[in-house]
């Protein structure tokens, strides 16, 4: 059959609050223009991210019931090792509330004042927590990753040239570990090859720098090799999950996108020193090791979900809904970033708005006129997000300027990407009288969060 449907069926509903253009208005004013801000109540369509947001399987509610609340060595904790190590191989598994308390036991304990962190891409939370303890978070991204047309099959690689020069200027004994994103988040949810990581490690291992997955989409990211890469079109997708993580020495994990829960992560690595220091942090900031941040049940949910983001059935459905609204939006000839990614389409927005310079921000103008035209919720990955500052304390642009929307899995239908496109077909047209915005608030960390925007002609 040509047509993929859904491999599952709707056994329990949620009501969408329908709003009206006048309503929006107002909402996204309170909200002082920065859709972070907005009640999800108040979203029809909600592409903030793909993070926390999928819809769990009886198999997975079910598991639920069957949590485990004691304190220590508990069942729910047995199944949930056993299923990350039949997964990744690693020796050791530390259960984190979710990615970035990972992040952060792993930058606390092994990055110090001036270490120099390579990376793919960084994710915002990994920058951050890197930068929070003093060291640099260096993105080494493939040249064809930048551009948002090459239809490279794997735009995520790592530059193994560009990581060769940075361990030749910094030293060894400056980069604690090396990590890859898998699929590339921040460079349009691309994924990475085990060409790459293979050639990635082979580096490393030359110079004794461990490797460390950032693995939130890592079922996403097998799913392409499995589709793209030589040699893989008959393995099981969760072979070449372990064949990925062989490679490596540790993983941070966000249970939220490739765990199908709601909430839950894991740090995860090899060495028994490392552990041992991981397992000391985590006692003090998330909880004995063995439920860490995590109650029984949901430890039980990600046990369960791991699994299911392994099936060939449900990656190829979901790589069906990407490809549909990628196909509809480059036929009305919005651009995009191409091939789409895993877990989402990206906007370029500088084409789609290139009278808006990054100084004021185009991507900010896409997604508040995709608010207001339709509810639906979206999220800049741009100059708020990535913009860094010079030695004169002046704004440096992102390289890319994205509107990123997110597909929460498992959630929406065919109609809702039909509503979807329509709301972007409308924007598309009015794409010439897209206010730019400024910003007139923002914290010190991650100020995309919670930063407060005007439009500049207010
Ligand atoms: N790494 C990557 C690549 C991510 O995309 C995220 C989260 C994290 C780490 C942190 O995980 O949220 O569980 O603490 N990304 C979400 C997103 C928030 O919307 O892309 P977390």
Not at 60 to 73: F, H
Not at 321 to 327: A, G, P, Q, V
Not at 330 to 347: C, D, E, K, Y
Request: net charge negative; aromatic share 8%; with cysteine.
């Amino acid at each position: 059959m040509r047509t993929i449907i859904e491999p599952f069926r709707i056994k329990s509903t949620e009501s969408i609050h329908l709003t009206t253009p006048e309503a929006r208005a107002a909402a996204l004013k309170r909200a002082h223009y920065n859709v972070f801000l907005l009640d999800a109540k108040d979203c029809c369509i909600d592409l903030l991210t793909d993070s926390g947001t999928g819809a769990m399987s009886t198999a997975q509610w079910a598991a639920m019931m069957l949590g485990d609340e004691s304190y220590a060595g508990s069942r729910s904790w047995k199944r949930f090792e056993a299923t990350v190590k039949e997964i990744t191989g690693f020796a050791h598994v530390l259960p984190t509330h979710q990615g970035r308390a990972a992040e952060g036991i792993l930058s606390e304990t092994l990055v110090k004042p001036g270490s120099v962190i390579p990376n793919n891409s960084h994710f915002d939370t990994t920058r951050a927590n890197i930068e929070y303890v003093g060291g640099k978070a260096l993105n080494l991204l493939c040249p064809e990753g930048l551009s948002t047309q090459d239809q490279s099959p794997f735009k995520g690689n790592m530059d193994v040239a560009a990581l060769k020069d940075c361990i030749a200027k910094h030293g060894p004994e400056k980069i604690p570990f090396c990590m890859l994103t898998v699929t590339n988040n921040t460079g349009g949810g691309q994924p990475v090859s085990i060409q790459n990581v293979r050639e990635v490690k082979a580096v490393l291992r030359q110079h004794g720098i461990p490797l460390v997955i950032d693995a939130c989409r890592f079922a996403e990211n097998a799913f392409f090799i499995h589709e793209r890469e030589t040699g893989y079109a008959d393995k099981p997708l969760l072979e070449i999950a372990r064949e990925m993580f062989a490679l490596a020495d540790g993983a941070t994990m966000s249970c939220k996108k490739d765990g199908l829960a709601n909430i839950g992560g894991f740090l995860a690595c090899n060495d028994d020193v490392w552990a041992e220091q991981f397992r000391n942090l985590l006692i003090l900031r998330e909880g004995f090791p063995t439920y860490g941040g995590l109650a029984g049940r949901d430890l039980e949910a990600i046990a369960v979900g791991l699994k299911e983001a392994l099936e060939l059935d449900y990656q190829v459905y979901r790589h069906a809904t990407i490809t549909y609204l990628s196909d509809h939006l480059t036929a009305l000839g919005i651009p995009i970033v191409l091939p789409p990614g895993g877990h989402a389409v990206f906007l370029d927005a500088k084409r789609l708005a290139p009278h808006i310079p990054p100084s004021g921000y185009p991507g900010i103008g896409i997604v508040n006129a995709l608010y207001l035209e339709g509810g639906v919720r979206s999220v800049e990955l741009g100059s708020v997000m990535f913009a860094k500052k010079d030695a004169q304390g002046n704004e440096q642009p992102s390289p890319l300027e994205l509107v990123r929307l997110a597909i929460p899995r498992r959630v929406y239908t065919q109609s809702h990407f039909d509503y979807l496109i329509e709301v972007l077909e409308t924007v598309w047209r009015q794409r010439n009288r897209l206010p730019a915005y400024r910003i007139v608030w923002q914290p010190e960390f991650l100020r995309h969060f919670t930063c407060h925007f005007l439009p500049c002609e207010a």
